[in-house]
């Protein structure tokens, strides 16, 4: 049985004491043992009221995809988020015309906040979606961040699942690459049509052994990529041909500057993330569900 989110009564998202540890993994990753947690927020996706305070995408979508909580399969709990697709979406010059079906979170309607030093995401998925070799077939994404705090989504950061089924990051080390220069593994692929735990760490600072802001995946507990990234748009690396008419007049210099033309929020730091179904336009069928998110503030402590 599924039920649609705006069906069930609202309460608010709210940070609570981080129960979690920091994991092991993690700790060797960064060659770090000094790191302690301070605040979290998580869902196991039990009540449609908790994503009150956000946007939800809505239902059946371009009527090709919709989401809901579902009592089909879950981690913990009675329900987790399902979200499916169930037709194509025509392809359109110049416009994302990609599947969509989700509920997005902003860190700044929480308790916690916007994230500014480093953050553990985990999440677990469970996914059942076809996908072949060709453009526009070839990939469903797992996790989509963002350091802006505004409704535009310009520059961002995903976790992706390929034809191959590898996990891997996209938009790393800037928009529009993939190619992590820490670490990626080819060999591992992601269970289909059972539960994985997904761990993200994301550090927008310098202070770590890789002198940069950082981005790292592992697939339960086993690392599949990582890379230095820079979080923050640089229009001036757009094709003319997509240059947004905000810009018109701008010098391609003063990046606040652009930033301000456009309406965009520079945060600095994890502002806006989403899950669920998102992908790209000419798959159409396949399902995807998420349950225990958590998402943790880490930070050094002294020695």
Request: charged fraction near 20%; hydrophobic fraction near 35%; charge should be negative.
């Amino acid at each position: 049985m599924t039920t649609a989110f705006l069906s069930l009564s609202s309460t608010s998202v709210i940070a609570n004491e981080s129960g979690i540890d920091v994991p092991d993994f993690l700790k060797s990753f960064l060659n770090e043992n000094n790191l302690a947690t301070r605040g979290s927020f998580s869902t196991s996706f039990e009540s449609a009221g908790e994503f009150a305070p956000f946007y939800v995408v809505p239902f059946n979508h371009n009527n090709t995809a919709t989401h809901g909580l579902s009592q089909e399969k879950s981690v913990s709990g009675n329900t987790s988020h399902k979200a499916w697709m169930y037709g194509e979406n025509p392809q359109v010059e110049g416009l994302n015309t990609n599947h969509r079906a989700y509920p997005t979170f902003q860190l700044s309607e929480t308790n916690l906040g916007i994230v500014k030093t480093a953050v553990l995401v985990e999440f677990s998925v469970w996914a059942d979606i076809d996908l072949l070799p060709v453009e526009d077939k070839s990939w469903f994404s797992l996790a989509t961040f963002t350091s802006y705090d505004d409704i535009q989504w310009y520059r961002t950061y995903l976790i992706n699942v390929d034809s191959d089924y590898k996990v891997h990051l996209m938009h790393v080390p800037a928009q529009g690459a993939t190619a992590p220069d820490i670490f990626h593994d080819s060999k591992i692929s992601l269970p289909e049509k059972q539960w994985s735990k997904i761990t993200a760490y994301i550090d927008y600072s310098t202070n770590n052994r890789f002198d940069s802001p950082i981005i790292a995946v592992w697939q339960d507990g086993t690392l599949v990529a990582a890379s230095r990234f820079n979080d923050r748009a640089d229009p001036a690396n757009i094709p003319p041909e997509r240059v947004p008419e905000c810009l018109n007049g701008w010098d391609k210099r003063d990046v606040a500057e652009a930033e301000e033309m456009c309406s965009l929020k520079y945060e600095g730091g994890l502002s806006q993330m989403h899950f669920g179904l998102y992908t790209p336009p000419l798959l159409s069928h396949g399902v995807i569900y998420n349950d225990d998110l958590s998402v943790t503030e880490i930070i050094k402590t002294n020695p």
